[in-house]
Nanobody, 125 residues
């Protein structure tokens, strides 16, 4: 059974940084792509970033490009989202997700099969 768990959220001031972690049991990120999504109250779930299986390719939403960095550590079976220069509009629940094994990374939530419970990020102005 696959379980995805996010951690690292918290409260930070504008301009600050946080690093989110996504660990998984029942799958290895060497074989699975991963994506980060976020959802603010009253808004739809928004794609943030994704990384291909084995970490060869990455992509970012325009709203976070240049500020967020996705990476993976296969030894720890963990995907990270380093978030720098945070803005109040980055405030949301952040979710990590994985599509089926060997699937290409995607921007659509419907393409992802395994989801974590989320970690809250709050950026104060």
């Amino acid at each position: 059974q696959v379980q995805v768990v996010e951690s690292g959220g918290g409260l930070v001031q504008t301009g600050g940084s946080l690093r989110l972690s996504c660990t998984a049991s029942g799958l290895t990120f060497d074989d699975y792509a991963a994506g980060w999504f976020r959802q603010a109250p009253g808004k739809e779930r928004e794609w943030v970033s994704c990384i291909s299986w084995r970490g060869g390719n990455t992509d970012y939403a325009d709203s976070v490009k240049g500020r967020f960095t996705i990476s993976q550590d296969n030894a720890k079976n963990t995907v990270y989202l380093q978030m720098d220069s945070l803005k109040p509009e980055d405030t949301a629940m952040y979710y990590c997700a994985a599509p089926p094994r060997y699937a290409s990374f995607s921007w659509a939530p419907a393409d992802f099969r395994y989801w974590g419970q989320g970690t809250q990020v709050t950026v104060s102005s």
